[in-house]
T-cell receptor, first 112, second 115 residues
Framework: QKEVEQDPGPLSVPEGAIVSLNCTYS??????FMWYRQYSRKGPELLMY????GNKEDGRFTAQVDKSSKYISLFIRDSQPSDSATYLCAMRGYNAGNMLTFGGGTRLMVKP | DTAVSQTPKYLVTQMGNDKSIKCEQNLGHDTMYWYKQDSKKFLKIMFSYNNKELIINETVPNRFSPKSPDKAHLNLHINSLELGDSAVYFCASSQDPGPTPYEQYFGPGTRLTVT
């Protein structure tokens, strides 16, 4: 079993829908939680970054962390075709150097 | 003005060959990384490197070796290529992480196919 699990999808939604993307993890030492977006044939780019539990909002995106359940979510409101990409969650412990642990990514398709 | 660049973008080669992938960053970062992304999209760190320290993921075969001529460049050399090495390899860079991590900036990837 991998340390970080993500449903690979694909998740197909109509334009304007609210999207929920999720990751579960097993390592209770993880303190920092990130969401990366990866367009086809491109490198990942950081979308959201949260520390410990709670919510963080940035425009149409909300990241949520529930450490008690070892569960993180990324919500996308008013989804757009340009949001079509693979979304990877990544995590790291406190003072854990350079090693991020990534999930396998969820492929999202937003249809016009 | 690409932040992190990699060459080549595509690499097709035969089993047993030795190949190198080059990476350059112009962000002034102290730390660079190599990641491997398999066909199922799992992104796994192989190495992180700064001027002071090389950290190796223990699952990486010693056929893989990072080489850094200076802090803006981190090349990946692979000896005796195997079919299982086929993947997309990403270079990334960041400020030197401390207790809290910094954003990692990724290059566009090198798609390696071993036949």
């Amino acid at each position: 079993q991998k340390e970080v699990e993500q449903d690979p999808g694909p998740l197909s939604v109509p334009e304007g829908a609210i999207v929920s993307l999720n990751c579960t993890y097993s390592n209770s030492a993880f303190q920092y939680f990130m969401w990366y977006r990866q367009y086809s044939r491109k490198g990942p780019e950081l979308l959201m970054y949260t520390y410990s539990s709670g919510n963080k909002e940035d425009g149409r995106f909300t990241a949520q962390v529930d450490k008690s359940s070892k569960y993180i979510s990324l919500f996308i409101r008013d989804s757009q075709p340009s949001d079509s990409a693979t979304y990877l969650c990544a995590m790291r412990g406190y003072n854990a150097g350079n090693m991020l642990t990534f999930g396998g990514g969820t492929r999202l398709m937003v249809k016009p | 003005d690409t932040a992190v660049s990699q060459t080549p973008k595509y690499l097709v080669t035969q089993m047993g060959n030795d190949k190198s992938i080059k990476c350059e960053q112009n962000l002034g970062h102290d730390t660079m990384y190599w990641y491997k992304q398999d066909s199922k999209k799992f992104l796994k760190i192989m190495f992180s490197y700064n001027n002071k320290e090389l950290i190796i993921n223990e699952t990486v075969p010693n056929r893989f070796s990072p080489k850094s001529p200076d802090k803006a460049h981190l090349n990946l050399h692979i000896n005796s290529l195997e079919l299982g090495d086929s993947a997309v390899y990403f270079c990334a860079s960041s400020q030197d992480p401390g207790p809290t991590p910094y954003e990692q900036y990724f290059g566009p990837g090198t798609r390696l196919t071993v036949t």
